[in-house]
Each structure stands twice: as structure tokens, then as C-alpha cells.
């Protein structure tokens, strides 16, 4: 059974512009969750989707953005790009809400 | 609000030793526990997780935690460590209402890093 798939791998993007990071979950898990890594920050809680609605989001300014497809993959939106915004951003599905959290490889965001 | 705490930011150990890997929480409501082990340039990998039942869970590979409600505590240890065990290691906490509806969020400790040594 295939995993948590996010891509890209990496995208380099300079400050101002827009990124968008795109995960698929795993199949028949219904929930999508955003994280990002910062280096000094840790692992902090971006959003949370289920059944194509934000459930639950994090202290994040509303630059930080997503949706969930029909499909149940999801897209994860940064508008007006800081350098801050570099880190790592890993994508969590589960079964339930609140269910185990499985983790794709994340997409590492550098902004020049 | 709830937030954990992970004692050590770096564990240095010897192969074959034992180690512990301290974590506690904050929380007045009832807790999902997990550890989550991170590999150079990887994503999060799930070793265990505490929802309900035994107070004590183990991971396929000989890491085992324990669940201790009255000191608010979710330490993982493994008796005897191997080299590929090296990585980053991530507690993390998930809540329920009094209704039990899920946050959906985990709010993660800072991390440990553990480096095994020959």
C-alpha cells in the first residue's frame, strides 16, 4: 500500500512570490494534515482538512492556504513568500480525525 | 494549552547500551500519545503510540513507552541500542474535547537527537 506522497521534493522560490505543495494521502484516509519544520521552530501544526473542509488551523498568518480535492489530496498555498517560510512542510493523513497520523517525506521550501 | 516537553535535546549513547528518551505533557484532558522517529532528510515514521488499554506499547523494532498518567510522562526507552538507530526522535501529544472530538493537530516536543556510537 502506497504512502503519504507530497511533492515537489523541493522547490526554490524568492521572496514575495507564491508556492504551492501538493500531497496525496493514503488510500481511504479521509483527513489531511500540514506541518511545518523550521529550523529552531520545530514541528508546528499548520491546518487540518476532512471531507473537503478546514477543520482546524494552526497560528499561521492567512497567507498560508489549502484545500482538499474531492479526492481527498490537498494543496497547501503560501502567498507572498518571507524568508521565514523556508522549512520543511510535511503532510499527515489519517483514517478518522484524531486518528494515527501517517507522514509523507515533506517538501522542502527554500526561499531566496 | 496543552505542550510537551522533551527533556533532552541530545542523547549520546554507546552501542548495546540501554536508553531512555524522556518526554512529558501538559494537559487536564485526555491525551493520544505518540513517538515519531526522524531519519536525515526524511519525513516522520510512527514507533508507538499509547490510545488506550496497557499503559505499556512496543514498536516492532524493541523501543517500548510507557504510559504514566500521575507524572504526566510518555518515556521511551530500548535496552540495548543499535547504530542505525541513530535519528531524531518526536513526541507528540493529540487532544479530544470532553465529547471526545478530535483537535485533529499534534502538538510535537522539540525533539531528541540520538546518536548512537561504535
Known amino acids: 500500500e502506497a504512502g503519504v506522497t507530497q511533492s515537489p521534493t523541493h522547490l526554490i522560490k524568492t521572496r514575495g512570490q507564491q508556492a504551492t505543495l501538493r500531497c496525496s494521502p493514503i488510500?481511504?484516509?479521509?483527513?489531511v494534515y500540514w506541518y511545518q519544520q523550521a529550523l529552531g521552530l520545530g514541528l508546528q501544526f499548520l491546518l487540518w482538512y476532512d471531507e473537503g473542509e478546514e477543520r482546524n488551523r494552526g497560528n499561521f498568518p492567512p497567507r498560508f492556504s489549502g484545500r482538499q480535492f474531492p479526492n481527498y489530496s490537498s494543496e497547501l498555498n503560501v502567498n507572498a513568500l518571507e524568508l521565514e517560510d523556508s522549512a520543511l512542510y510535511l503532510c499527515a493523513s489519517s483514517f478518522d480525525p484524531g486518528d494515527t497520523q501517517y507522514f509523507g517525506p515533506g517538501t522542502r521550501l527554500t526561499v531566496l | 494549552a496543552q505542550s510537551v516537553t522533551q527533556l533532552d535535546s541530545q542523547v549520546p549513547v554507546f552501542e548495546e547500551a540501554p536508553v531512555e528518551l524522556r518526554c512529558n505533557y501538559s494537559?487536564?484532558?485526555?491525551?493520544?500519545l505518540f513517538w515519531y522517529v526522524q531519519y536525515p532528510n526524511q519525513g516522520l515514521q510512527l514507533l508507538l503510540k499509547?490510545?488506550?488499554?496497557?499503559?505499556l506499547v512496543e514498536s516492532i523494532n524493541g523501543f517500548e513507552a510507557e504510559f504514566n498518567k500521575s507524572q504526566t510522562s510518555f518515556h521511551l526507552r530500548k535496552p540495548s541500542v543499535h547504530i542505525s538507530d541513530t535519528a531524531e526522535y518526536f513526541c507528540a501529544v493529540s487532544l479530544a474535547n470532553a465529547g471526545g472530538t478530535s483537535y485533529g493537530k499534534l502538538t510535537f516536543g522539540q525533539g531528541t537527537i540520538l546518536t548512537v556510537h561504535p
Open positions: 488510500s481511504g484516509h479521509t483527513s
Open positions: 494537559s487536564s484532558v485526555s491525551v493520544y
Open positions: 499509547y490510545l488506550s488499554g496497557s499503559t
